[in-house]
């Protein structure tokens, strides 16, 4: 294909509306979001993304409103056309409506701004008619069609030049099953996506295999072992946290985040509020999650109630990784994208991830020279004894 000239653009305004109060997702909760003090959150995402693209050679096609004019208007992007008039409120129906008006205008890509769901209906629309990026902006975000962040979308664009696409997986996960601690997915349909190693991210992948399991459960005991009387420690979502509550002999939350205390469950299923109730009375608190398989991410998918007040109360000092050693040989880098830039940068080049009992790997975590403190070197993925953590 010719370079990318003409790119049509919407956004899903509710999207991630569901994150930080705990709902594992929007579809068809926007009004119960609301009512629990949810906020917009897609338009700052957006703007975030489209603002190194002003003064570029590009036309954007776009829907009325804050479907995408508004936010092309604020990020100073001239030359853009309305070209469809979505409802009020705007629907699943108008995303597909709109990008089939992108369609029929001829454009290069289609760059959207949403989740999994918003994805879902692109594709439904599009099919492999053109490439497909998404800015992310929902909860979960397990399909590979997403940059990693949305500042990563500026050099996913090419300045000039063909843009090289490959498959990308629409994964639709079933958000009623989720919200009940059940992890369904199924494949929805594969588009075309950039290809853009680093910068566009992978499917979240789920191991099952025997070794990972016995894995599991050796991560578990040994974070449950090294537990300090009288400190709080959040435990985040995943089959490998639910093994350190597993061996303290609590049935936590799978798919949300919990609090234990003193080897007691003091909060399940908490929200941003509720996590920061519990650090408000507690002096130092841990945050124990575990590494997204071969997306890499850390924070950002699935953890939106660990917000940057969230993040900043506990200290990315404090903050303990997770991961089996097969998952991490099929994650070639680690992302984290709070939304701050400068807290994400606070975590630094490299993580450590407890692989085992008494055992970590120290990984890269993916920074743009942009953000990065220092230059960054190869990951260090060497199974080692980890003798430090045993006083997490």
């Given at each position: ?11 899903n ?47 954007f ?31 699943a ?8 008006a992108?369609?029929?205008r ?17 594709a ?27 500042t ?51 499917s ?68 941003e ?43 990315p ?9 097969g ?18 940068a ?17 990984k ?29």
């Open positions: 294909m010719q370079g990318i000239e003409r790119i049509g653009f919407l956004v305004p509710i999207a991630g509306m569901g994150g930080r109060v705990g709902l594992k997702g929007t579809d068809g909760l926007v009004e119960r979001a609301r009512s629990l003090g949810a906020e917009p959150s897609a338009r700052g995402r957006a703007l975030e993304a489209l603002r190194p693209l002003a003064g570029r050679d590009l036309r096609l776009t829907a009325a409103g804050e479907m995408g004019e508004t936010v092309l208007r604020d990020a100073a992007i001239t030359g853009s056309s309305v070209v469809y008039h979505p409802s009020d409120p705007s629907t129906r108008d995303t597909r409506e709109a990008c089939r992108f369609l029929d001829g454009i290069d890509l289609l760059l959207f701004c949403g989740g999994d769901g918003t994805a879902r209906d692109v439904d629309a599009v099919g492999g008619a053109v490439p497909v990026l998404g800015i992310p902006a929902g909860v979960k975000m397990f399909s590979s069609v997403f940059a990693v962040d949305p990563a979308v500026g050099a996913v664009i090419p300045v000039s030049g063909p843009l090289r696409c490959i498959d990308g997986e629409v994964v639709d996960v079933d958000e009623e099953a989720y919200r009940s601690n059940e992890f369904r997915t199924v494949l929805h349909a594969v588009v075309r996506t950039p290809a853009a190693p680093g910068l566009v991210q992978a979240k992948q789920v191991f099952e295999e025997v070794e990972e399991e016995r894995a599991r459960t050796a991560i578990g005991a040994f974070i449950a072992d090294a537990m300090r009387p009288g400190l709080l420690y959040i435990l985040g979502p995943g089959t490998t946290t639910a093994a350190v509550a597993g061996h303290l002999g609590l049935e936590g939350t799978l798919l949300g985040f919990d609090a234990v205390q003193d080897g007691r469950l003091v909060g399940a299923d908490l929200d509020r509720g996590i920061l109730d519990l650090l408000g009375s507690a002096g130092e608190a841990r945050l124990v999650l575990s590494v997204i398989g071969a997306q890499g991410f850390v924070l950002g998918r699935g953890t939106q109630v660990c917000s940057p007040a969230v993040l900043r109360r506990v200290g000092e404090h903050v303990i990784l997770l991961g089996t050693p998952k991490l040989a099929r994650t070639p880098e680690l992302h984290i994208d709070t939304g701050d830039p400068d807290l994400d606070a975590f630094g080049t490299h993580l450590q991830v407890i692989t085992g009992y008494g055992t970590a790997q120290r890269r975590r993916a920074v743009r020279s942009d953000h990065a403190s220092d230059p960054p070197s190869p990951a260090k993925n060497v199974c080692r004894r980890n003798d430090r953590a045993k006083g997490a």
